[in-house]
């Protein structure tokens, strides 16, 4: 989320945990080229370090075979790729079209004056990260907020100050 | 109204599991399936009727006939579970609740065409759903259904789950495949169709989840069978996703061609808050509105939207009550459409971006009735000159709600903006 202009550096190396590199290896098999593993490396590696840095981009090319330019373009065409370290709790809520009709204003108003929560922005404590997205296919239970991958449905203010005050 | 055909094992508890959906009918087709020419198998889905349920509508059977005959490359299939378009929200239960109707789809489907490699593109927020998927596949190898000889034939088939990771333009067949390819998500010129050239230069077929899971009941029960439910010309049942302003919104199985006013009104609970129509979204963000005179006559099946100059599109159905701001809701929806365009045509990068800008002037009561004409223009020289239809898909209904409610636009022209006005009151 948030600025996707730059990349930032940890100043430390990055590499796949064996774990995450075996299931590389068995989804590299899968694809007649090796272009076709930039996604799913990414995706690999987000899941390791929460984000992407500049050393993850590094080596992602370098596993894949390919330019880190490439890796790049893609880690910054893809909006799901963090290129920052996000909250610890990650919030995304809905902007569109049922949730718009469903009142998802309440909930952003909400996040924003009650808890401190800004679009595109962590709390100072790191705990929460909020970012506004686009339709996340649960319209039939508008509003909807997805917290760290969990769908949370028929959203209101009251709902989400129960669910932060379990999450904090 | 409402059928079991897609949704027959939606409501079993972990059918999600492969012992179970077996215990009700998973992979029972096999035996009929492998004792098909594979010809025969084109037949009968061509003769069921069956339409592409991603929105385009085209029909299936005769998609896969497009590929061309002993070309030496390998075919593959692209099943679309990016469902990105804006309410639209029906492949996610046969994902989550009935993953093995997609698993046989695909293993028919690809012993129709012949091919061996499938992948599944999955819209990269569908992250609990993509384990189900996953596990409903490991089980599927594990059982012999997937893998090197399926269901004991000599007939070898990959499944591979590609996960997107936000990009609403890859639903879009072209961009979809772009992206299997390890490239940004930006839609081909066609032709070459992707029945020719395709996933990684060979025939591809590319078709929705809906789609692919209705074939097992198809295969059978036979085309008669599927032809039985719906109109003439509007075969089948379809999972129609109903929100915005009802009591009861959510996702239903209904057969096309049926009203679409009782369908709101008996199936989806009534407009909310004994609150009335003002309007109706009828198959996505992306097809032309419908107003309540319209909806009083609409059915759902693809001829009546055609004859009514909007889209079945995708099911998803948006109710819109009387409180809704039109210019409002045309500001979300441009927004969205600009935000997902992949940028590589001017027409739409920049065009849906002016389109914004002048929305947002008119909500700010700075705009003029001249801004409205501009609008009008906007969309007709932004549409057909694009790569690919997102341009169209924007410009379509913001067209429809500037003709069908164009007093909403002209009164932020010439008044301002009401809201303002109200906190000046209070
Ligand atoms: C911008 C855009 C987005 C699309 N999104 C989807 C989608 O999310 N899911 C889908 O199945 N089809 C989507 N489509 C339609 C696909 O291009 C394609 O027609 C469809 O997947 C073919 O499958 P079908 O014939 O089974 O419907 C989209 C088209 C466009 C132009
Ligand atoms: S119309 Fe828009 S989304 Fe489609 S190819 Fe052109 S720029 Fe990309
Ligand atoms: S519009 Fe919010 S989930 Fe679809």
New binding site residues.
């Given amino acids: 989320m948030s600025d996707r202009s730059q990349l930032l550096a940890t100043g430390k190396s990055f590499a796949f945990d064996a774990e995450t590199d075996a299931e590389f290896e068995r989804l590299a098999a899968r694809y007649p080229i090796r272009e076709s593993m930039i996604m799913p490396a990414l995706w690999l590696a987000q899941q390791q370090q929460g984000w992407i840095s500049a050393e993850t981009i590094e080596y992602v090319a370098e596993r894949v075979g390919t330019y880190p330019a490439k890796v790049f373009e893609l880690a910054t065409f893809y909006t799901m790729y963090h290129l920052r370290p996000v909250g610890t709790y990650h919030i995304c809520v809905c902007r569109t079209l049922s949730c718009y009709l469903r009142d998802k204003q309440e909930i952003v108003d909400f996040l924003a004056d009650e808890a401190g929560i800004r679009p595109g922005q962590v709390s100072d404590d790191g705990r929460f990260s909020l970012e506004e997205v686009e339709c996340l296919g649960h319209c039939g239970s508008a509003p909807v907020v997805q917290i760290n991958g969990e769908f949370y449905e028929d959203m209101n203010v009251e709902k989400l100050r129960a669910l932060l005050t379990t999450l904090a | 109204m409402e059928v079991k055909i897609l949704s027959a094992r939606f409501d079993i508890e972990n059918a999600n599991r492969i012992d179970v959906a077996r215990q009700h009918g998973a992979y029972q087709t096999l035996d009929t399936l492998f004792a098909m020419e594979q010809a025969d198998v084109i037949e009968t889905v061509k003769a069921s009727g069956l339409r592409?349920?991603?929105?385009?509508g085209?029909p299936?059977g005769v998609?896969w006939g497009f590929l061309p005959k002993d070309t030496g490359k390998p075919v593959y299939l692209a099943v679309?579970a990016?469902?990105?378009?804006p309410a639209?929200f029906k492949d996610r239960y046969i994902l989550v609740r009935d993953p093995h109707a997609l698993i046989e789809g695909i293993i028919i489907c690809s012993y129709a065409i012949g091919c061996h490699d499938s992948y599944i593109y999955i819209r990269g927020e569908y992250t609990s759903q993509v384990k189900i998927l996953q596990q409903a596949i490991d089980e599927a190898y594990a059982e012999g259904y997937l893998g090197d000889r399926v269901a004991g034939r000599n007939f070898r088939l990959d499944v591979t789950v590609h996960r997107g990771a936000g990009a609403?333009?890859c639903?879009?067949?072209t961009a979809l495949l772009e992206s299997i390819e390890g490239k940004k998500g930006q839609p081909r010129s066609k032709p070459p169709f992707p029945a020719v050239v395709g996933l990684f230069g060979c025939p591809t077929i590319?078709?929705?989840?809906q789609?692919i899971a209705s074939l097992p009941f198809i295969i059978t029960n036979g085309a008669d069978a599927y032809k039985a439910y719906g109109t003439e010309k509007s075969c089948g049942t379809h999972l129609f996703g109903i929100s915005g302003h009802v009591e009861k919104p959510g996702m239903y199985e209904l057969p096309l061609g049926l009203p679409l006013a009782e369908v709101i009104e008996t199936v989806a609970g009534g407009v909310w808050k004994g609150r009335r129509l003002k309007g109706v979204i009828p198959g996505g963000s992306s097809t032309p509105v419908l107003t309540p005179d319209e909806v009083a006559t609409v059915t759902l099946d693809y001829e009546s939207m055609a004859a009514h100059k909007t889209m079945f599109g995708s099911g998803g159905i948006v109710v819109l009550d009387e409180t809704v701001d039109m210019v409002k809701l045309v500001e979300n929806l441009i927004a969205f459409y600009h935000h997902e365009s992949c940028g590589q045509c001017t027409p739409c990068r920049e065009g849906l971006g002016w389109m914004l800008k002048i929305v947002r002037r008119l909500l700010a009561g700075e705009g003029t009735v001249a801004d409205i004409k501009l609008l009008r223009e906007l969309c007709d020289n932004i549409e057909m000159k694009t790569v690919?239809?997102?341009s169209a898909?924007c410009t379509m209904p913001v067209r429809s709600y500037l003709d069908k409610f164009r007093d909403e636009f002209e009164a932020y022209a010439i008044d301002g903006a009401p809201e303002q006005t109200e906190l000046r009151e209070g």
């Fill in positions: 592409g349920r991603g929105g385009a085209f299936t998609k679309n990016d469902e990105s378009e639209t609403y333009v639903g879009e067949e590319i078709n929705n989840v789609s690919c239809v997102l898909a």
